[in-house]
């Protein structure tokens, strides 16, 4: 019997460990798979033949249960970009020979969309070589939810609710004093707002919070951002606004782009911080009123006491889509979720075409956002709901959540 | 039957709607007072005469449980100090004159340092005057802890399992690449450090994480933290340090001063932010490795998600015991915890002198902090973990906890 490999990569989120359970689950319980062996640190893990056993480290479904509930990535992550097979081999060579040596015939990589460029270029390299013995497949990864040809992604439930939850919150923080207050709360993401628009879901407490949604997918314009506050201001005393971290003047610049680092990832992304803090400024000097901003940063990702049932289960159902499609014969395609109703929520898990969505970022539609560019539509709203609904019933030891550690 | 007269002022925590729980509760259960009242955004509503009957919209012992666990401050506050009352006594007639017409003979008061010394000032006053027919009391709230003659404060124990937990999601979070890396983690606290060391109960889990400390109390030197960086980075990859807002040098400023905004608030506290953003940019120019830095911001103090069963029982107790003591004819007083043992961890509720409250902070023990200035000692662990101890199940409503919205 082949063995199975599997490795993360990108950002880490509170779901992927859940992905990662699935691949195992579908690997013990096929009874068709060797080892399920895991790398660490992604594609480098595979690269220096950095495995571990997981059938042998996760061998009792409870232990399988807590990795599942555990945030961030537990077999490390990279971020590491195969190049061009037709200029460079050598690395595409090696990996296949790393595969072979240990008798892999299964390889499932979890991630984002750099992530499954890695799965399609590695994949089309098998084809084009005629290698037959080793069948790769992506499953979905990310918070930012822009992978394409997939209703969702894992990860992106789970920080929805945690945005959702953390702006009611900082509601019932900020509204207790009544002197005119503005509160900027800054968001993960650089393309794409989804994150940003999950603040949102805060008004199903019955509160419209926050008050105005900035998404990145429209041009930010700083005379027309404070002319909106002013106007809140008329009509409550404490404004709370969501900001994502990537929104761009109308000729393409980050908003306060100045003020940043500046600092790029080997991908090209720009590292940015800071918006929240340089709106804060802006407002502090137009509008002179008590102003602060907050960061939700990386707590965000890896809130691992917030997670969403739904996001977890369907996350550990990819996973284990992913092994099962590739144990059965498949390869080159990522496990995906098509959505059949939204209330009642159904959805059925796919299997999706890499090309679409290698390198691609899924953003949020316009037509989802209200014509002013400071707030969201209903229908973002409904397809928002189901992905948080659910609670999952975290373990605590000595007054802190328990956690699988490696 | 006089009536109680029930406030809240200063920061909002996660545990004062429980204090302001228990006081609703004594209140209705003695039968011995006519209405519980609240006034709203503290002493300022006491003398815009802005009340709210308690009894009524908390008629039920399932509306007061939910407030019990709902974050902030459900009757608003203030940042309003009384002045000298031999310098100007109107402002105490005029509080005096409003409980009398409202019949109110009992009138607890929340808060941390400032507001203690409102209810010191006020009881003085009383005394002086030989007012007997109005009782006031205090009951501690700061999430800082850094009130005197209680062995810790309401709210400190929900805020230091969120921080603690924050940590270990952090170091999930951070542990994933191979690559070296520095996340600088800050953590509330002006004057006291005893917010962030509570970072310190993330190593329950096992790992050192922090692995660096850095308290506002101890003087913190920008060369000798670049060492402790360097140090800690030879052993491990990824460091993460919790550090003080209120840091300060040797000769008493606050580290990175002439970055921040150096607003005050009414009280002269600086407003700071600033110091994590700026070692960032410290570590950033001197070691030149991956740097990131995070500020819990107002999370910390109002995640009602991660809340200490043993904080918010013992804040419901202490509103409790505030309120029964002014019904038995107690004035000038604050409602404290006196820790019997710590493990078992048995305490008593007392009253404590106000005299000795009013205007001062609480700052962690030398003796707790080591030599270094880069950790904290395990009597100082000892201390904070039965505070955090069991976890309060949170009712959810469409994917979001439920709150009590007054």
Known sequence: MKNLLVAQSGGPSAAINATITGVIDAGIESGRVGHVYGALNGIKGVLN??????DEVCDTKEKRDLLAITPAAALGSCRWKLGNPKENAEEFEEIIRILRKNDIGYFIYTGGNDSM???????VYCEE?????IKVMGAPKTIDNDLGETDHCPGFGSAAKFIATAFTEIACDCFVYDVPSVTIVEVMGRNAGWLTAASA???IEGRKVPQLIYLCEKAFDEDRFIEDV????????????????????????????????????????????????????LVGEKIGCKVRSVELNILQRCAGYMLSETDIMESRNLGAFAAVSAIRGKSGKMSAVRRISDD??????VLSD???IANYEKKVPMEWINEEGNDIKDEL??????????????????GIPKRFIL
Chains 1, 2 share one sequence.
């Open 49 to 54: 033949e950095n495995f571990v056993n997981l």
């Open 117 to 123: 460029d890695t799965v399609y270029k590695l994949s």
């Open 129 to 133: 070589h005629n290698i037959d013995d």
């Open 201 to 203: 879901l805060a008004r």
């Open 230 to 281: 002013n106007e809140a201001l008329k009509k409550e005393n404490n404004i709370i606004i969501a900001v994502s971290e990537g929104v761009k003047t109308a000729d393409g610049n980050y908003v306060g782009e100045e003020t940043k680092s500046g600092k790029e990832d080997v991908f090209g992304h720009k590292y940015l911080s800071g918006v929240g803090k340089y709106l804060e400024g």
């Open 344 to 349: 009642p929520y159904q959805v059925e898990i």
């Open 354 to 356: 890499l090309s679409k």
């Open 381 to 398: 709203l409904t397809y928002l709901k189901p992905l948080i609904q659910g609670e999952v019933q975290i373990p605590y030891e000595n």
